[in-house]
């Protein structure tokens, strides 16, 4: 299995409140990737990264931001949650922009 | 949205059987992959069929390629009760991989 820890794992929070998500990896991969899953959506893109300090945002980002200070580390931050953004979150890796991604187990985040 | 359509939504059917599921996008590609989500977990990658195939296997699984018609299928054959899953198509053009929503597929031993 591809090296990749998201932390936590389970998150309860209240509205208004700061959230930070961690996506970790240890394969060196140049791409990672910040999707969050809801039912009836599927997939949808919040973030990417393609270099250290490289981002670009995705099909669903008002609301987030994220930095990428090394290869390794991918930080998810909702300055404000807001109950529309209880979700699960992955993080995904890649070698290349168009190969395999790898996924991480997810964050599952609730905000009350 | 660039999101792509699988079809069925869910999809039940007796071990042994055959399933397939199929996938429409939107946009051209340059390649086409799908995934496999057990609940609860992330998803895994199953397969890649690029923009210039037509078909392609692994295994018990068969992918096809239409970009005429911007759709894909994939065939489990022989299915088992650990086929029991989510399983999505994603594409590849000139953005990162755009997902479709899934086919949530059970396989009843």
């Known amino acids: 299995d591809a090296g990749i820890t998201q932390s936590p794992r389970h998150k309860v929070t209240e509205t208004g409140t700061p959230v930070t998500l961690r996506c970790h990896q240890t394969?060196?991969?140049?791409?990672m990737y910040w999707y969050r899953q809801d039912p009836g959506h599927g997939l949808r893109l919040i973030h990417y990264?393609?270099?250290?300090?490289?981002?670009d945002k995705g099909e669903v980002s008002d609301g987030y931001s994220v930095s990428r200070s090394k290869t390794e580390d991918f930080l998810l931050t909702l300055e404000s949650a807001t109950s529309s953004q209880t979700s699960v979150y992955f993080c995904?890796?890649?070698?290349?922009?168009?190969?395999?991604?790898?996924f991480g187990e997810g964050s599952r985040l609730t905000v009350l | 949205s660039q999101q792509g359509e699988e079809d069925p939504q869910a999809l039940s059917i007796q071990e042994g059987e055959n399933a397939t599921m199929n996938c429409s996008y939107k946009t051209s590609i340059n390649n086409l992959q799908w995934y496999r989500q057990n609940s609860g977990r992330g998803l895994v990658h199953l397969i890649l069929i690029r923009s210039n195939e037509r078909e392609k296997h692994s295994g018990r699984l068969r992918v096809t390629l239409d970009t005429s018609k911007k759709s894909s299928s994939l065939l489990i054959t022989a299915s088992r009760a650990a086929d029991t899953a989510s399983y999505f198509c994603?594409?590849?053009?000139?953005?990162?991989?755009?997902f479709g929503k899934g086919t949530r597929l059970s396989v009843i031993a």
């Open positions: 995904a890796i890649s070698e290349t922009n168009l190969g395999e991604l790898f």
């Open positions: 394969e060196n991969h140049r791409y």
């Open positions: 994603a594409n590849s053009g000139n953005t990162p991989l755009v």
């Open positions: 990264s393609y270099g250290v300090k490289d981002t």
